[in-house]
Nanobody, 120 residues
């Protein structure tokens, strides 16, 4: 079993910055992909950014140029640096990690979510 612990959410003014962190622990043999999704009230959960084990990244159009995803592979941790935050970025942000817990078993784990609120 793989557990994810997120941190870094909070309240920030428009134009401000936040950095989210998500650390994975437990039965981890290897990690394929790490990413961040977000869900605003009344809306579906959407991908914000993702990164593969090879370092390839993918961003939602709405955050390109403002958000940066990165990893510390030694710590099984993924980060999301969020700059120039806008009220429309307000949502619960969820970490997602896909990998293998053994040579024959895959896992797809989600964090508990961290609230990001952008408001003056």
């Amino acid at each position: 079993q793989v557990q994810l612990v997120e941190s870094g959410g909070g309240l920030v003014q428009p134009g401000g910055s936040l950095r989210l962190s998500c650390s994975a622990s437990g039965s981890i043999f290897s990690i394929n992909d790490m990413g961040w999704h977000r869900q605003a009230p009344g809306k579906q959960r959407d991908l914000v950014a993702a990164i593969t084990s090879g370092g390839s990244t993918n961003y939602a159009d709405s955050v390109k140029g403002r958000f940066t995803i990165s990893t510390d592979n030694a710590k099984n941790t993924v980060y999301l640096q969020m700059n120039s935050l806008q009220p429309e970025d307000t949502a619960v942000y969820y970490c997602n990690v896909v990998g293998r817990s053994s040579k024959w078993r895959m896992f797809n784990s989600w964090g508990q979510g961290t609230q990001v609120t952008v408001s003056s």
